[in-house]
């Protein structure tokens, strides 16, 4: 059965400064991964996905994420934070069609 | 595109009365439709699968016979609450998937809120 690890269950960082939120995951064969991110109140909204290829994915809001196999590992970063960027991110891996989310990483910006 | 909506979005109860909250893909069909459930400050809980026009599976500990699951078109979910109680209050979350150019991406709606008094 596949799992996600989110070993950061907050992080604090300063407007303009970069972001970088660690997954891990557990899956016997090559994952399909997520990022979404869930705002107050609100559904998920996609990040990015890596399904295969090159392992630095783009994202949408100047988002990015590298899979790294030999670390099971699939970190999302951004260059430089935005108070916008304050919300809960989740790390999702899919197998078998079915997800499976960590529990998630909630990010707080301070001017 | 890839719109999921979620009505209602806000849904307040009595206990033993049901509720329905409707999952639509706006622009897209979507074969299989997935309803999760959120409890504040934790992460989602996959309650069951859809795929249009057959019966719902559900994952282990979920009660199929509370949480009534209908699929009925290729852009419709309805969950069904049956005689609520307070411990079914929570956020509800749908998602969608695309059949055929996007088999393994999901599309999350709002969610609808739940509170059973």
């Known amino acids: 059965a596949q799992s996600v690890t989110q070993p950061d269950i907050h992080i604090t960082v300063s407007e303009g400064a970069s972001l970088e939120l660690r997954c891990n995951y557990s899956y016997g064969a090559t994952p399909y991964l997520f990022w979404y991110v869930q705002s107050p109140g609100q559904g998920l909204q996609l990040l990015l996905k890596y399904f295969s290829g090159d392992t630095l994915v783009q994202g949408i809001k100047g988002f990015e994420a590298e899979f790294k196999r030999s670390q099971s590992s699939f970190n999302l970063r951004k260059p430089s934070v935005h108070w916008s960027d304050a919300a809960e991110y989740f790390c999702?891996?899919?197998?078998?069609?079915?997800?499976?989310f960590g529990a998630g990483t909630t990010v707080t910006v301070r001017a | 595109g890839a719109v999921v909506s979620q009505h209602p979005s806000w849904v307040i109860c009595k206990s033993g009365t049901s509720v329905k909250i409707e999952c639509r893909s706006l622009?897209?069909?979507?074969?299989?439709m997935f309803w999760y459930r959120q409890f504040p400050k934790q992460s989602l809980m996959l309650m069951a699968t859809s795929n249009e026009g057959s019966k719902a599976t559900y994952e282990q500990g979920v009660e199929k016979d509370k949480f009534l699951i209908n699929h009925a078109s290729l852009t419709l979910s309805t969950l069904t609450v049956t005689s609520a109680h307070p411990e079914d209050s929570s956020f509800y979350i749908c998602?969608?998937?695309?059949?055929?150019?996007?088999?393994?991406?999901?599309?999350f709606g709002p969610g609808t809120r739940l509170l059973v008094l």
């Open positions: 622009d897209f069909q979507a074969t299989t």
């Open positions: 999702a891996v899919d197998g078998d069609y079915k997800l499976s």
């Open positions: 998602s969608a998937r695309p059949g055929l150019t996007e088999q393994e991406t999901q599309y």
